[in-house]
């Protein structure tokens, strides 16, 4: 009893301590609280990166702007939050991807990799993106997309380099469209496009590649032809061009005569120029096979080395060495009766 009186006058007597002092204890108990909930922000402000000058000055710098494809003075942190959302689509809806590409009427050939793809990118480009607002200030561009090429490698997505990742960002910040598939955008083949030039300019060189090729027919090969259209067309379209003082005149014809002179095309090119103009030949008339009709170049001149009797020493079809053999029968029965012989002899000798 006398410590709960004594712990009473203590309360008590603290109470009018404090009323004497002017501080309210109502008071004191939501500066108490006030101070509790700000050392908890304070604990989970220290979790949120600040951001610091120079990131708040690149933010706003012109090379910022032009990387991210803003105009200078554009909230660009705020401008690459929506499009993150955008990259968004791709994953969230079945059709989501078409909103990513241009709208002219192609998304109907694209392939189940092609989406596929096109989803992955979308991926990769929201990683690149949340990783620069956080670390521009430490990294630049190029580094942020090796990060995150990094972090999403590993989790079974298409394997994605930072360059790639970059260039993304390069065609996506013109109006938030990937480009078409390069096979669904080309006009034409590569190596299509030289031969038809060349030929479109200088008919003469069709007709004279198409007549060569039709007079050799049995020894007609990619480098045969290519050192026909070396050392006849070519020399021949340059002669009759200076003749016609225009050589080298500065049309895309002459253009590209001067250009094959310096550099001519190479043998593969040749065969595919031979396919395009449906050029029927033997492509086996080297040592690798001969035509079943006998009508190639090698099944010819094996012929002729039959019959002038080049092989003539060679045994008939069917009657060679058994295996394991390494001698006519024939022979050796005379080799073995000529050792017979011999060993009369030495005897009739002794």
Same mark, same amino acid.
């Given at each position: ?285 080297? &040592? ?12 010819? &001149? ?49």
């Amino acid at each position: 009893k006398l410590l709960e009186l004594g712990m009473d006058l203590s309360t008590e007597l603290a109470d009018k301590l404090k009323r004497a002092a002017g501080v309210n204890i109502a008071d004191e108990v939501e500066k108490g609280e006030e101070e509790g909930s700000k050392s908890k922000r304070r604990k989970v402000s220290q979790d949120i990166p600040k951001e610091t000058p120079s990131s708040s000055v690149f933010w706003k710098s012109a090379e910022a702007a032009k990387l991210f494809g803003y105009n200078r003075g554009d909230d660009i942190l705020k401008g690459l939050q929506e499009r993150v959302e955008v990259l968004k689509q791709a994953n969230q809806s079945v059709d989501g991807w078409k909103s990513l590409i241009p709208d002219d009427g192609k998304e109907g050939t694209y392939s189940r990799h092609d989406i596929l793809a096109l989803r992955h990118k979308a991926i990769y480009l929201i990683k690149g993106y949340l990783i620069a607002m956080k670390k521009m200030n430490q990294h630049n561009w190029g580094t942020c997309c090796k990060m995150a090429s990094a972090e999403l490698s590993p989790l079974g997505l298409t394997k994605f380099g930072g360059i790639a990742v970059a260039s993304w960002n390069a065609h996506f910040r013109i109006d938030n469209k990937f480009p078409h598939p390069v096979r669904l955008t080309r006009t034409g083949e590569r190596e299509t496009n030289h031969f038809v030039r060349i030929f479109e300019y200088f008919p003469q060189a069709k007709e004279m590649f198409l007549e060569i090729a039709n007079e050799n027919k049995h020894q007609l090969t990619g480098k045969f032809m290519l050192e026909q259209f070396e050392e006849t067309i070519l020399p021949t379209l340059e002669r009759d061009s200076r003749d016609k003082n225009c050589f080298s005149d500065g049309s895309k014809g002459q253009k590209m005569l001067v250009k094959l002179l310096a550099n001519p095309p190479s043998g593969t090119l040749i065969l595919k120029w031979m396919g395009k103009l449906n050029i029927e030949w033997d492509q086996w008339c080297t &040592r690798k096979g001969r035509a079943k009709d006998g009508g190639s170049y090698l099944s010819q &001149r094996m012929s002729e080395a039959w019959a002038s009797g080049k092989y003539s020493n060679r045994r008939p079809k069917g009657q060679g060495l058994r295996k394991g053999q390494t001698q006519d029968p024939a022979i050796e029965e005379d080799d073995t009766q000529a050792l017979d012989n011999e060993e009369i002899n030495i005897a009739d000798l002794i």
